[in-house]
């Protein structure tokens, strides 16, 4: 059964940087394909960012693009999101995410993922 466990998330003003950690179990992240997306209190789920099953192409959001870096530790079966210069529209529950297959593509669209975690809070003030 795979299992994602999101951490990280805080309480940070404006121009501030945080790292956010996705730690699977029962799930290889050198073997799949990892995506972050990330709800605001009445939007729907959007999405972040994602790195291909070889970690060699990674896609972002144009909101984010430049500011926040997805990245994976195969030894600690994690996946990271680094996130520089937050601002206050960054405000949201972020979740991680895993396509069904292993080796399968997943880009953007929520439908690609079969399994989430439980999210993380990111709340940041202005």
């Known amino acids: 059964q795979v299992q994602l466990v999101e951490s990280g998330g805080d309480l940070v003003q404006a121009g501030a940087s945080l790292r956010l950690s996705c730690a699977a179990s029962?799930?290889?992240?050198?073997?799949?394909?990892m995506g972050w997306f990330r709800q605001a209190p009445g939007k729907e789920r959007e999405f972040v960012a994602a790195i291909s099953w070889s970690g060699g192409n990674t896609d972002y959001a144009d909101s984010v693009k430049g500011r926040f870096t997805i990245s994976r530790d195969n030894a600690k079966n994690t996946v990271y999101l680094q996130m520089n210069s937050l601002k206050p529209e960054d405000t949201a529950v972020y979740y991680c995410?895993?396509?069904?297959?292993?080796?399968?593509?997943?880009?953007?669209?929520?439908?690609?993922?079969?399994?989430w975690g439980q999210g993380t809070q990111v709340t940041v003030s202005s």
């Open positions: 029962g799930r290889t992240v050198s073997s799949s394909a």
């Open positions: 995410a895993a396509p069904g297959r292993l080796f399968a593509r997943a880009g953007p669209k929520t439908t690609s993922y079969d399994y």
